[in-house]
């Protein structure tokens, strides 16, 4: 049986109760394919409820290690550093034997992850990485450099850049600054634009161009704010865009930020068709899907998230079982003081010719979430 669908069994063997087994794993009862895990107790902790995705990713992730007859806490902390932490720390004092973290700000996890380590808690970083810790055994998360690599790739194919004649205004935004993924994010994207940059291919009339990925931050959007991204879009649009000049091109990181530079495009005057530019995205959030098929938005890099909380879930399965933990790179994420053995999953371009294939199709979004 696939992953996925033993996935998907697991989620419908969800009304089944079954006493914890007495060797590492059992079948469930009912034909369904879940296995419940041995001393199974995780804490999960994930950044915020503002944003779609992470409410998905929690209650997927919970649901699945439920069926499976885990203990699990989940909690959101608001985008709040300390808020996550006490809760890292009441999950260790609960009793967690596994933490799984989607950190806020990826530096800031030392000291309770001592304190975890000292009580043999296992840690994986979700979708982020967990910076600066010994105290890290596992990440997973989705390809990050591939998602900027897509996004530049994309703006680079539409804008037919290796014939263009005229340069091309562009607007670079990239994440929040103290989120490990946006650096990755910026790289992927940037190595790919930077070099028409420097031609003269593109221009940013802005100048808020980094010279390298190193200053990527300098350009980073705090918290990955929808209405802070939309103050900055103001600015550069009433600063810069005088005398009839338009933005053709705006690389956004995300979706969340995308809505607020469309948001921002929109109070400025601009309309879906000829004269409206270009807007990357990633994660597929049913506001930017709608915006996808308004013509607002060109493209989202949708990582599914049912992956990652799936690739999550054998983890902990296989670190319950003790067996060995299966990753596929061991080379990219350094966090300071080690490579941290990842998992990495491939994310997809979606346009809006794909949303019915893609999204759809597969049972991501609803079509009715998207008014389709
Ligand atoms: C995630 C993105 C998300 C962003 C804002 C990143 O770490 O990888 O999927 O859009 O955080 O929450």
Same mark, same amino acid.
């Given at each position: 049986?696939?992953?996925?669908?033993?996935?998907?069994?697991?989620?419908?063997?969800?009304?089944? /109760?079954?006493?914890?087994?007495?060797?590492?794993?059992?079948?469930?009862?009912?034909?369904?394919?879940?296995?419940?895990?041995?001393?199974?107790?995780?804490?999960? @902790?994930?950044? @915020?409820?503002?944003?779609?995705?992470?409410?998905?990713?929690?209650?997927?992730?919970? #649901?699945?290690?439920?069926? *499976?007859?885990? /203990?699990?806490?989940?909690? $959101?902390?608001?985008?709040?550093? !300390?808020?996550?932490?006490?809760?890292?720390?009441?999950?260790?004092?609960?009793?967690?034997?596994?933490?799984?973290?989607?950190?806020?700000?990826? @530096?800031?996890?030392?000291?309770?992850?001592?304190?975890? *380590?000292?009580?043999?808690?296992?840690?994986?970083? $979700?979708?982020?990485?967990?910076?600066?810790?010994?105290?890290?055994?596992? $990440?997973? =998360?989705?390809?990050?450099?591939?998602?900027?690599?897509?996004?530049?790739?994309?703006l680079?194919?539409?804008?037919?850049?290796?014939?263009?004649?005229?340069p091309i205004n562009l607007e670079p935004f990239a994440?929040?600054? !103290?989120?490990?993924?946006? #650096?990755?994010?910026f790289?992927?994207a940037w190595?790919?634009l930077l070099?028409y940059v420097e031609?003269g291919t593109l221009t940013v009339p802005s100048g808020k161009a980094p010279k390298?990925?190193?200053d990527w931050a300098t350009i980073g959007i705090?918290?990955?704010?929808?209405?802070k991204a939309q103050a900055e879009m103001d600015n550069r649009l009433s600063s810069f865009y005088t005398g009839g000049k338009k933005v053709q091109a705006v690389l956004s990181p995300?979706?969340?930020l995308a809505?607020g530079i469309v948001?921002s495009l929109?109070s400025a005057?601009y309309?879906?068709?000829? !004269?409206?530019p270009l807007i990357t995205?990633?994660?597929?959030?049913?506001?930017?899907? #709608?915006?996808?098929? *308004?013509?607002?938005?060109?493209?989202?890099?949708? #990582?599914?998230?049912?992956?990652?909380?799936?690739?999550?879930? /054998?983890?902990?399965?296989?670190? =319950?079982?003790?067996? /060995?933990? +299966?990753?596929?790179? @061991?080379? =990219?994420?350094?966090?300071?003081?080690?490579?941290?053995?990842?998992?990495?999953? +491939?994310?997809?371009?979606?346009?809006?010719?794909?949303?019915?294939?893609?999204?759809? !199709?597969?049972?991501?979004?609803? *079509?009715?979430?998207?008014?389709?």
């Amino acid at each position: 049986m696939s992953h996925k669908t033993r996935f998907v069994a697991m989620i419908a063997a969800a009304a089944l /109760t079954l006493p914890l087994a007495a060797c590492s794993t059992t079948p469930a009862p009912g034909g369904g394919g879940g296995d419940a895990l041995k001393d199974c107790n995780v804490g999960i @902790t994930m950044p @915020t409820r503002s944003l779609e995705r992470w409410i998905n990713d929690g209650a997927q992730l919970q #649901k699945a290690l439920q069926d *499976a007859k885990c /203990t699990v806490d989940l909690q $959101y902390a608001d985008n709040k550093v !300390d808020q996550q932490i006490s809760q890292i720390q009441n999950q260790i004092a609960g009793g967690a034997k596994i933490l799984v973290i989607a950190s806020i700000d990826g @530096t800031a996890l030392g000291p309770v992850l001592e304190e975890a *380590a000292k009580q043999q808690v296992k840690v994986i970083a $979700y979708d982020r990485l967990i910076n600066g810790s010994p105290n890290v055994d596992y $990440y997973a =998360t989705f390809d990050n450099y591939k998602v900027g690599q897509l996004q530049g790739n994309f703006l680079k194919d539409q804008l037919k850049l290796d014939s263009a004649s005229s340069p091309i205004n562009l607007e670079p935004f990239a994440g929040s600054p !103290d989120d490990n993924n946006a #650096k990755f994010f910026f790289s992927g994207a940037w190595d790919v634009l930077l070099p028409y940059v420097e031609k003269g291919t593109l221009t940013v009339p802005s100048g808020k161009a980094p010279k390298s990925d190193a200053d990527w931050a300098t350009i980073g959007i705090q918290g990955w704010d929808s209405a802070k991204a939309q103050a900055e879009m103001d600015n550069r649009l009433s600063s810069f865009y005088t005398g009839g000049k338009k933005v053709q091109a705006v690389l956004s990181p995300n979706d969340s930020l995308a809505i607020g530079i469309v948001a921002s495009l929109k109070s400025a005057g601009y309309k879906p068709g000829a !004269d409206y530019p270009l807007i990357t995205g990633q994660d597929g959030d049913k506001a930017n899907v #709608k915006a996808i098929l *308004a013509g607002e938005q060109s493209m989202t890099v949708w #990582k599914d998230t049912r992956k990652l909380g799936e690739r999550v879930f /054998t983890m902990i399965k296989q670190i =319950t079982s003790g067996q /060995t933990v +299966e990753v596929n790179d @061991t080379k =990219t994420y350094n966090n300071g003081v080690k490579v941290v053995p990842s998992y990495l999953i +491939e994310p997809e371009v979606v346009t809006k010719d794909l949303v019915q294939s893609k999204l759809i !199709d597969s049972g991501f979004l609803k *079509a009715s979430d998207v008014g389709l």
